[in-house]
């Protein structure tokens, strides 16, 4: 019997099984990197910055906070609820993409499920963090994070820090509070000792100018 011969889509299909099945398939460790896929002969190491396919744990999480999960999806999600620019994003291995998205999961689980019920007032860590980061302008979040990490004796990262600053502020509008540092009048400050005694910052930008009576 002749072998059947196969084109167009048939074929390709057939030749992306036989390499699936011939080789390993590795992905980049960093997703947004722009690195291509690879694909390892069985016996042969994973090459440094690769990683392999994510599991399907690893998928439905990511499911989970990304509906209709796709590269340019998860690259929205990341920018509208934790502000990452594309810099940062293409810095971004899986695995932290993993905390980021469990932390989010984690905040809608306590969330009210009524939208008109208030929200709870933020806790501390939520106003410091705002005031540092968003009134103060003592540095980056990473810097922020850094700072309280140092002052509360205990790791704080920067996704938590960008994740209550947003807590904090969304807090703030529903108490018809002002949320930026041109807002209060003069004579009054919403930036209060605990955030002011964590330092000052440390890049090179200069300070935000006082708001002129």
Not at 13 to 37: G, H, L, Y
Not at 56 to 73: F, G, I, Y
Not at 109 to 131: D, V
Not at 182 to 194: L, N, Q, R, S, Y
């Amino acid at each position: 019997m002749a072998k059947k011969v196969l084109y167009g889509k048939e074929a390709l299909t057939a030749f992306w099984e036989k390499i699936v099945e011939t080789f390993r398939i590795t992905i980049p460790e960093c997703p947004f990197s722009e690195e291509p896929i690879l694909f390892v002969a069985p016996g042969e190491p994973t090459k440094k910055g690769y990683r392999a396919t994510l599991t399907n744990n690893e998928l439905l999480l990511l499911a989970a906070a990304v509906p209709d999960l796709s590269t340019r999806r998860l690259d929205a999600f990341l920018r509208r609820v934790y502000h990452l620019t594309g810099d940062e994003l293409k810095k971004l291995t899986w695995n932290e993409i993993g905390v980021y998205v469990q932390d989010y999961l984690d905040s809608q689980n306590t969330t009210p499920s009524k939208p008109a019920r208030k929200t709870k007032k933020p806790p501390k860590e939520a106003r410091i963090a705002f005031q540092l980061y968003c009134i103060a302008d003592v540095g980056t979040q990473t810097e922020v994070a850094r700072m309280m990490s140092r002052e509360l004796g205990r790791k704080i990262g920067q996704h938590s820090v960008s994740r209550w600053t947003t807590e904090y502020r969304d807090w703030l509008e529903q108490q018809g509070l002002p949320t930026d540092k041109a807002a209060p009048k003069a004579g009054k400050t919403i930036v209060d000792a605990d955030a002011l005694k964590l330092g000052a910052r440390t890049d090179s930008r200069k300070p935000p100018k006082k708001p002129t009576k």
